[in-house]
């Protein structure tokens, strides 16, 4: 991405969109012409809920050489990372903008894990997105374990937790529960975020089985905390559910923020996921004010006063 001061933000100004899918929400932002801010830090300071706009992750578009956008996605920590409902966001952004290239509604994004097609259904209120194919070796995901990790105990501080760890382009451990409105995913969550056996640290998933075609999920989210929904999520639970045999390749899945719908294709593993994305609202903020306030509050956290 081109960071750098530009004559089109002369304006101190950033303009921005807010969007959400299925609860899953992100400041949506266009970069192609350069940002005089740094998207790391901003997107600490803006996606912070008491003292920015406030937002699960922040969504850049950019142009691509090979592709018709690029899209980076930050966590509100500041990481970088894969989302799926930040593409879907970022599809009804380019459709409602007028922004595709030409009449067809379906696109190409650049993004960290690679190409990603996008197909655009109405007026960008729904996408489907193909995420490509789970990873499971270990190597890749990554995880300090030996080869797979499927259904397997994990320590978390002399808890036996049993998981699936996979890749959507992000690492991910899945635990399923026998009632995911009970699961401890604010305690079980951070703790397992920051595992050492997750050296990028990981995504978790608390998954129900209603029927093989239909689940409920909570996710703790790398970065972010508990969110009311996480598309690589969804893909992740799926993956391992059809590994397992615990799903069939086409489910339905609920989550506090809405539904999905999931689809394993048997000829290559791909995953398809379809859902909704709704726009908020627009707004204009001065990026220096949410920076300095971020910069004030990190020096009072270092010099022992939480703010």
Known sequence: MRIQRTSQHSDTKLSFEKIHGAGNDFIVIDGRYGLSVDPSQFAQAACDRHFGIGSDGLVILDVSNTEDFRMHFFNPDGSRAVCG???RALAL??????LLPRESKD?????DRGRVVIQVS???GRAKVNMGAPEFDGRLIPHTGPGEWISRELDVEGQRVCGSAVSMGNPHF???????SQAPVTILGPLIE??????QRTNIEFVQIVSPEKIKMRVWERGA???L???TGVCAVVAVGVKTGKMERQVQVSTPGGEFEVLCDPRNENIFLTGPAEQVYSGVVDPQVLLTSLKLRQDANQSGFYL
Do not use: R, W, Y
């Open 85 to 87: 409902n930040g593409m």
């Open 93 to 98: 952004f380019v459709t409602q903008n007028g």
């Open 107 to 111: 696109f190409s994004l650049e993004t």
């Open 122 to 124: 109405g007026k960008g």
């Open 174 to 180: 899945v635990i399923f529960v026998e009632d995911v």
């Open 194 to 199: 920051h595992h050492q056996f997750f050296p």
């Open 225 to 227: 905390g508990e969110t």
């Open 229 to 231: 929904a996480c598309g």
